[in-house]
């Protein structure tokens, strides 16, 4: 039985910057971390003791006696392309999917490592970050960018740079009084469910051409946004203004990004006093995260009173095996 512990991750800045048409072009990075709320993968071998041959329970329960039959394009394309055969898989996860914070990327990075670890096999945190990709992106065939599954994967408060050779994974390097003023200046609210972050993407897509400014001015605010993390002198509170004015470009780049009572939020939480916020993930809904001053803090949450709030710490772990106990396997006889 092996039992795998993958993160899910928030985006900051950069995000539509990822994108494989839009980096290959001009260039692309995100700066996003990781935090203290997992997806878990379960997975053995299936005694041979029912009439189907592998079972998969996530928000559904299927039973199948071969691989093509599986619904689930991520579990039945991972099968595949690692030649698994006669499992059951258990997915459980902290926070709901659809919510923006790289869900189905966690759970694809989290299935992968797991299937590695059954047929007793180490997999580095970059190999896993690239199948994860190609699963998601090629065999899958969804819409989106590639920082969700490389942040899942290597954990982290990192800067990620994309080019037309593939992309690079730079920790953030700040005292650790100073990131805990970062996380503790953030607040976190569940708006509801999205949309399928693929479908947004989509609906996205077709409007991007117009947007290409806007995505530029946010590659800039990368570097911004880092340059006030790293720099011990520089005002802190100014990530919270950069994270307002990376939302205002943000919602020019798709209309699916942003609906009208998402807007209504967000315009509360900053009356309340947060300097600055955004829509976590591709948009639509999900979750809403503010930055907020200590004496703010109160206010907005109070303001927030009708959304859930979640509290959260940063981690630095990435996807990892939480329990390895390898089992034998040998094929059926046909």
């Known amino acids: 039985m092996i039992i795998t512990k993958t993160p899910f991750r928030m985006s900051f800045f950069g995000g539509g910057t990822d994108i494989k048409d839009f980096f290959e072009e001009y260039g692309g990075a995100v700066l996003s971390t990781t935090f203290d709320k997992y997806c878990y993968v379960n997975v053995r071998h299936l005694p041979r003791f029912f009439d189907y041959s592998t079972e998969l329970c996530y ?71 690239d199948e994860a990709i190609y699963l998601e992106r090629t065999l899958c065939n969804e819409a989106g960018g590639w920082q969700d599954q490389i942040a899942s994967a290597f954990g982290g408060l990192n800067r990620i740079s994309f080019n037309a050779n593939g992309y690079e994974v730079r920790p953030v390097i700040i005292s650790p009084e100073r990131k805990r003023r970062l996380n503790d200046n953030l607040v976190m609210f569940f708006t509801g469910f999205a949309r399928f972050s693929s479908e947004v993407q989509e609906a996205n897509a077709k409007e991007r051409g117009e947007k290409i400014t806007q995505l530029k001015e946010m590659l800039t605010l990368v570097d911004e946004a880092e340059n006030v993390l790293i720099n011990k002198y520089a005002d802190i509170d100014e990530f919270g203004r950069l994270l307002d004015y990376t939302w205002k470009l943000k919602r020019q780049t798709g209309s699916a990004v942003t609906t009208e009572g998402i807007d209504a939020l967000y315009a509360k939480g900053i009356a309340a006093g947060a300097l600055g916020g955004k829509l976590l993930g591709a948009g639509g809904g999900g979750f809403l995260i503010f930055y907020v001053q200590p004496d703010r803090r109160a206010s907005v949450i109070e303001a927030m009173k009708d959304l859930l709030y979640v509290p959260f710490e940063f981690e630095n772990g990435g996807a990892r095996v939480i329990y390895y106990s390898p089992e034998s396997y040998t094929p059926a006889i046909k």
């Open 59 to 129: 928000s559904q329960t299927e039973r199948v006696t071969d691989v093509e039959q599986i619904k689930h394009p991520a579990i039945r394309n991972a099968m595949k392309m690692l030649d698994m055969h006669e499992i059951r898989l258990t997915y459980e996860s902290d926070l709901p999917a659809r919510s923006g914070l790289g869900t189905s990327s966690s759970f694809a990075v989290g299935m992968l490592n797991a299937f590695h670890a059954l047929k007793g096999k180490y997999v580095d945190k970059g190999r896993l970050a």
